[in-house]
């Protein structure tokens, strides 16, 4: 399998003169809020800014349903766009069977795909990037994003992730994640897709980012300074499989702080239970 390493992308080759339309797919369910910030953006970087976008949402169940189609059609409205697509399915939210249903919908030939999730921001130099560093059959992109912590338990700036300001304290590079990723439409299809069956929270993106390194289509991963992954809160339902519940809560504290910003909370914690017992 051909692998590339962690490559410093988002410094070079930042320009693509292709004129490749990209197809950004989005499972969601729920985050009205998050959705309606996350469509300001949109608007921005992929509307008024790059020009050569479609959206797919991909929507899971009947609850917010309504209020999330009307939010799109109102910036469609607002912005004289049409390239999008509102999709819904049944049953229990399955991120890879959202993500496959929006690749099938797709008619009209070999798309680049940016496989995308409601709390990913991003900017052109990323779309240009997520063009270049794909290829029908050859390459697919895997980018590595910033991650912000918890905002709460530590920033000295507390809207330091509004403004994108990367530190140690305010996040990290999220080398374990492998959900967002730029491919080819044909290419995902002929590896294997996604695993349907996984539902709940993790283990699909893990499991397609496998069949691509078992192919003959290179993996591109490197650090991308033009994506982010915006904190929210991580609820691991008690019903996930032992595996994917145990990820889950990793992953949870993984991205609550710094090792540092975690430490200090531990220590405040049993010096308030220190003083509360002397105050017995």
Not at 14 to 25: G, P, S
Not at 52 to 72: A, I, P
Not at 113 to 129: H, N, S
């Amino acid at each position: 399998p051909a692998f590339m390493g962690v490559l410093q992308v988002g410094v070079t080759h930042t320009v693509d003169d292709r004129q490749e339309w990209i197809n950004v797919v989005v499972p969601l369910q729920g985050k009205l809020d998050r959705f309606r910030e996350f469509m300001k953006m949109y608007v921005d970087v992929c509307v008024k800014g790059d020009g050569r976008v479609f959206l797919t949402v991909v929507y899971f169940g009947e609850d917010g349903l309504k209020e999330t189609r009307e939010v799109l059609r109102g910036v469609a409205r607002d912005n004289q766009y049409n390239d999008y697509a509102f999709l819904t399915l049944d049953g229990p939210f399955s991120r890879g069977r959202g993500l496959t249903h929006g690749a099938k919908h797709w008619r009209k030939g070999n798309v680049l795909m940016f496989f995308c999730d409601v709390d990913i921001v991003f900017d052109r130099g990323f779309l240009d990037r997520c063009r270049w560093y794909t290829h029908p059959g050859e390459k697919v992109y895997y980018p590595i994003l910033w991650s912000f912590y918890n905002p709460e338990n530590g920033y000295a700036n507390k809207t330091a992730h509004a403004h994108f300001i990367r530190t140690p304290d305010t996040g990290t590079w999220r080398k374990s994640g492998f959900g967002m990723t730029c491919q080819y439409r044909d290419d995902f299809f002929s590896v294997g897709r996604f695993n349907e069956m996984i539902e709940g929270w993790g283990g699909e993106d893990v499991d397609l980012f496998k069949k691509f390194l078992q192919s003959e289509i290179m993996v591109m991963w490197g650090v991308d300074r033009g994506i982010y992954h915006l904190f929210h809160e991580k609820h691991c339902d008690p019903s996930l499989s032992e595996h994917q519940l145990r990820n889950c809560k990793n992953n949870r504290a993984r991205y609550e702080g710094s090792t540092v910003q975690l430490g200090m909370m531990v220590l405040a914690s049993r010096e308030r239970v220190e003083d509360s017992t002397r105050g017995r």
